[in-house]
């Protein structure tokens, strides 16, 4: 999961493996949230989304689990491949909020082939 | 179809010196916002815009400002800049409400302030 500090969570996995990257959101009337992956230079990338009236979405390799009771969101990537090598991180709409999102300090995935 | 896009992508500026940062976005999105991203912290709203002619205070809007004359671009000022705000921007925009819809990133511009 993800803590406070300047080191981001790691996460290593084998090419071909499955991942899961964990989230605890704070707020718990927030009713949408996103993962975004962003690799290194480069603008956080959507990857999948989820509303609060589901516990589960799934993508392509991807799917998103959503615990309300514990205020938990995890990621699971598939199959994970050398190109999924970025930081994840999520995002909740900070208590219902219309604008304004609250997005974590994120995960580094590693993956080796 | 060239999504977000952002000018500069590197800049180095000197404490009080003033820039602009550039933010166009060939969506027709409503909707467009600056945040700032710093090592060991989530990103953090700076501004955003709900539409042309209209701006609004984020998280951390204090040194900055922006313009939003048109619809497609969203300008980010510093009047004087301090080392505090070397960062990396990102602008990003949603067709709907942020709330509930997905944020289109650009690819961010580099700042240094010495």
């Known amino acids: 999961g993800e803590s406070v500090g300047l080191h981001l969570p790691t996460l290593s996995v084998q090419e071909g493996d499955n991942s899961i990257i964990n989230c605890a959101y704070s707020?718990?009337?927030?009713?949408?949230f996103i993962w975004y992956k962003q690799e290194s230079g480069k603008g956080p990338q959507f990857i999948i989304d989820?509303?609060?009236?589901?516990d589960k979405r799934q993508g392509q390799r991807v799917t998103v689990l959503l615990n309300k009771t514990v205020k938990h969101l995890s990621l699971q990537i598939a199959a994970t491949q050398p190109g999924d090598s970025a930081v994840y991180f999520c995002?909740?709409?900070?208590?219902?909020?219309?604008?304004?999102?609250?997005f974590g300090k994120g995960t580094l995935l590693t993956v080796n082939p | 179809n060239a999504g977000v896009t952002q000018t500069p992508k590197f800049r180095v500026l000197k404490t009080g010196q003033s820039m602009t940062l550039l933010c166009a976005q060939d969506?027709?999105?409503?909707?467009m916002y600056w945040y700032r991203q710093d090592p060991g912290m989530g990103l953090r709203l700076i501004h955003y815009?709900?539409?042309?002619?209209?701006?609004a205070k984020g998280e951390v809007p204090d040194g900055y400002n922006v313009s939003r004359l048109k619809k497609q671009n969203f300008l980010l000022g510093l009047e004087s800049a301090a080392p505090s705000q070397t960062s990396v921007y990102f602008c990003?925009?949603?067709?709907?409400?942020?709330?509930?819809?997905?944020?289109?990133f650009g690819p961010g511009t580099r700042l240094t302030v010495l």
């Open positions: 990003a925009s949603t067709k709907g409400l942020a709330g509930a819809n997905e944020q289109f």
């Open positions: 707020n718990s009337a927030s009713d949408y």
């Open positions: 989820i509303r609060s009236n589901m």
């Open positions: 995002a909740e709409n900070s208590g219902g909020s219309n604008y304004k999102l609250t």
């Open positions: 969506m027709n999105h409503e909707y």
């Open positions: 815009s709900v539409g042309e002619g209209t701006t």
